[in-house]
């Protein structure tokens, strides 16, 4: 039987979970900024940071589902996007429009990672 570690827990939810070789994480915001390349520069930065903690990094990413909270700003949150992921590590991705958790809040990311070797 595998484990299933979780950190960063409190009585709601883990910031990080790991089964297997495989992390998870919550969803990350970025709650720095009033644009969605603010939010999402900061979201992108709190992923890198529990990825590093959970022992897997940004080139590890298998699949980030991408929650806007408007689809207009595809666009601009995908030009911090490739900015950000390294050439040859894109991971499967999905992004869709949702009403986020507090209404200044424009983007929130998904993560799942393999653990690094």
């Not at 484990?3 to 827990?9: D, G, S, Y």
């Not at 699949?63 to 991971?91: S, T, Y």
């Amino acid at each position: 039987m595998t484990t299933i570690q979780r950190e960063q827990t409190n009585q709601r939810m883990s910031k990080i979970v790991k089964h297997g070789n495989t992390v998870y994480l919550c969803g990350q915001v970025g709650i720095a900024g009033d644009s969605v390349a603010d939010q999402t520069k900061e979201a992108l930065r709190r992923v890198e940071v529990l990825l590093n903690e959970a022992g897997s990094d940004k080139e590890h990413m298998l699949q980030v589902i991408v929650w806007l909270a408007d689809m207009a700003d595809f666009q601009e949150m995908n030009e911090v996007w490739d900015n950000w992921i390294p050439e040859g590590h894109a991971p499967a991705r999905a992004c869709g429009e949702a009403k986020l958790a507090r209404p200044e809040l424009k983007v929130e990311l998904i993560v799942t990672a393999a653990l690094k070797d």
